[in-house]
């Protein structure tokens, strides 16, 4: 088969390192790609917003499978577009990717579907969500309607952070993507990943995993797209694992058929463990990043064979095999990340580092230029690992960053201590 997956971050990489082991594939072709998706996929210039010329490569490469990565292009509809023009396409369709492009959308469907979800309400001006959040009270959290890569959601511990986390949307800080705003109670408990793989019909669940959000040690400091995560968290026991799927994951797919919008490709539950169960915060449309980068290392299976069945609505006979020993990765970000960074910075030792037991190097915002790797983007590097256990495999991680010399890098020192700390019991 010829594959062309889109995107170029660390999921990316991963998928197409995971992509390109498979014996099914003949030629896979990444847009645009990075420095380390080069060594696993031919990378081409192609930008991904231009749909048509996304499809005139498919017509002339005889491409069998788009494998789209990032949300940006399938909350645009690429996956509609191609699918039109008889190429076929991994992931939502413009209106099944919704659950992610509008945090209302996916809030009403959880009540349409009696999903287990946070009170909530929808504003389109500050002064009706002033009001609501002041008879609210705090904590309280705030978010974007649309996409914000990431960035759109505010907890906010008081009044004053909420007042101004609702300005700040209404005010233009998001573009359009804060023209309306979701204001929903706090949920406390323990935050996991949870993922399923649709095809309209059929979700069946991928590994669990746990991301860690904040970009400092100890859950300091502001959310980020994501700065470590590891497969599988001890913390969604075989009985969380069926309340999840019974609850949410299988009501969703439902609903959104339903409707008339099947979802297919991957559904990435946001679920925090409360004291009343599991209950849904956000969801997205993709496989998550980091986290992606943990279940391709865990995945025992062929990843080729369960795209194709969750296009082609075969998923109900279908079964994945994974490795039973757990995942790492460690996200490495350029100084400043969240917030302005410097690019075009050196990184060396990376074949150094690689060389650790267990050890995978996938790069997540880098560039090649004469025989260097220099950095392009806030999150640049995911350094993983597998270990017989979780404290074994970010021993390995870290051992690895140990090896990597970038003065203008940072990465969490505390990734899955939780985890550890449960291991050590």
């Not at 048509?52 to 690429?78: H, M, Q, S, W, Y």
Request: aromatic share 8%; proline share 5%; with cysteine.
């Amino acid at each position: 088969m010829n594959i062309l997956l889109l995107g170029s971050g660390g999921r990316e990489h991963a998928l197409a390192w995971k992509i390109a082991a498979s014996p099914l594939v003949t030629k896979l072709w990444c847009a645009p790609g990075n420095a380390g998706i080069a060594r696993e996929a031919e990378c081409v210039a192609l930008d991904v917003a231009d749909h048509a010329a996304v499809i005139e490569f498919c017509k002339r490469n005889a491409v069998d499978l788009v494998v789209v990565g990032p949300e940006t292009p399938l909350a645009a509809g690429i996956v509609d577009d191609l699918a039109a023009a008889g190429i076929k396409a991994f992931g939502p369709g413009k209106q099944a990717a919704r659950l992610e492009g509008s945090k209302g959308f996916t809030k009403d469907l959880c009540s349409e579907c009696n999903i287990p979800t946070g009170a909530y309400r929808r504003f389109d001006n500050a002064g009706n969500a002033l009001a609501y959040v002041k008879a609210q009270g705090a904590p309280i959290v705030v978010k974007a309607d649309g996409l914000a890569a990431g960035k759109g959601v505010v907890v906010a511990q008081t009044l004053a952070e909420a007042e101004a986390a609702i300005a700040m949307m209404f005010e233009g800080g998001f573009g359009a993507a804060g023209a309306e705003v979701v204001i929903e109670e706090f949920l406390s408990g323990r935050e996991i990943s949870f993922f399923a793989l649709c095809d309209g019909d059929t979700a069946i669940p991928l590994a669990t995993a746990q991301d860690h959000k904040r970009v400092f040690d100890h859950d300091q400091g502001p959310n980020t797209g994501g700065m470590g995560a590891y497969s599988p968290t001890p913390f969604v026991t075989p009985e969380i694992h069926d309340q999840i799927m019974a609850r949410i994951i299988l009501p969703t797919v439902a609903g959104m058929k339903r409707r008339g919008t099947p979802f297919k490709g991957v559904l990435y539950a946001g679920v925090m463990l409360t004291a009343q169960g599991p209950k849904l915060f956000e969801y997205n449309v993709r496989f998550g990043d980091p986290e992606c980068q943990v279940l391709m290392l865990r995945m025992m299976s062929d990843i080729v064979p369960a795209l194709l069945a969750a296009c082609d609505g075969q998923l109900k006979n279908f079964d994945l095999r994974w490795y039973p020993e757990p995942a790492l990765t460690v996200v490495m970000a350029a100084k400043g990340y969240p917030g302005d960074y410097a690019k075009g910075t050196r990184i060396d030792g990376l074949d150094d580092a690689a060389k650790v037991e267990g050890v995978e190097i996938f790069h997540a915002g880098t560039a090649a230029k004469d025989g260097a790797i220099l950095a392009n983007g806030g999150r640049v590097l995911n350094v993983c690992a597998m270990g017989k256990t979780v404290t074994e495999a970010r021993d390995r991680a870290y051992q690895a960053i140990d090896r990597i010399n970038w003065p203008d890098g940072f990465c969490r020192r505390d990734i899955a201590w939780q985890a550890v700390e449960a291991e050590r019991g």
